[in-house]
């Protein structure tokens, strides 16, 4: 069965910087894309990120472009968000998702940034 598990997140101050990995089985990891989405307190889910599956291709939600990056390691089913220049609107918790037939979610991790 598909599983997706999140970890890195935790407590950062504005400015700083933390890593997201996103351990994935139960299917070919390297012929699916695959995303990063987030919600905030009180909004909706946002899609953030997405790399195909060769990682070859990216892209981004704009208020993250030059802060945030995507990348994968097909070799280790793992796919990372690294996160610089954190701001307290980044605050939220953070998914990993596929769609492998449906849309299938990680249990999600927190991100909170503050002073």
């Known amino acids: 069965q598909v599983q997706l598990v999140e970890s890195g997140g935790g407590v950062v101050q504005p400015g700083g910087s933390l890593r997201l990995s996103c351990a994935a089985s139960?299917?070919?990891?390297?012929?699916?894309?695959m995303l990063w989405y987030r919600q905030r307190p009180g909004k909706e889910r946002e899609q953030v990120a997405l790399?195909?599956?060769?990682?070859?291709?990216?892209a981004y939600v704009d208020s993250v472009k030059g802060r945030f990056t995507i990348s994968r390691d097909n070799e280790k089913n793992t796919m990372y968000l690294q996160m610089n220049n954190l701001k307290p609107e980044d605050t939220a918790v953070y998914y990993c998702?596929?769609?492998?037939?449906?849309?299938?979610w990680g249990k999600g991790i927190l991100v909170s940034v503050s002073s």
């Open positions: 790399i195909n599956s060769d990682g070859r291709s990216t």
């Open positions: 139960g299917f070919t990891f390297r012929l699916y894309d």
């Open positions: 998702n596929v769609n492998y037939g449906r849309d299938y």
